[in-house]
């Protein structure tokens, strides 16, 4: 079993940054990809951005302002956020799993969740 805990939400205002952290720890091994989800109040969960083993991925509406990046000898993964919107405002969750390449997209394909963290925005 996987355990991913998530770290570094907090308020900031508009045009800020913030960096985000999931460390996981447990058995991990082979093509393990850690993803970033977030899910505003009343939304669906939506796709923020991926590491698998082959790259990166990055959902088309934060690409060129959010970033993701990976430490596998920390079994890590961050999320710079930069050009903070308010829009951004969501519970931001680190998940892990096997999805097959080009559905790293999908909640639904991820077993192992953080239990969250809060970013807020402020206009």
């Known amino acids: 079993q996987v355990q991913l805990v998530e770290s570094g939400g907090g308020l900031v205002q508009a045009g800020g940054s913030l960096r985000l952290s999931c460390e996981a720890s447990g058995r991990i091994f082979g093509d393990y990809t850690m993803a970033w989800f977030r899910q505003a109040p009343g939304k669906e969960r939506e796709f923020v951005a991926a590491?698998?083993?082959?790259?990166?991925y990055t959902a088309d509406s934060v690409r060129g302002r959010h970033a993701i990046s990976r430490d596998s000898a920390k079994n890590a993964i961050y999320l710079q956020m930069t050009g903070l919107q308010t829009e951004d405002t969501a519970v931001y969750y680190c998940?892990?799993?096997?999805?097959?390449?080009?559905?790293?997209?999908?909640?639904?394909?991820?077993?192992?969740w953080g239990q969250g963290t809060q970013v807020t925005v402020s206009s």
């Open positions: 998940a892990g799993g096997r999805p097959k390449i080009g559905s790293s997209r999908y909640s639904h394909l991820y077993d192992d």
């Open positions: 590491a698998t083993w082959s790259g990166t």
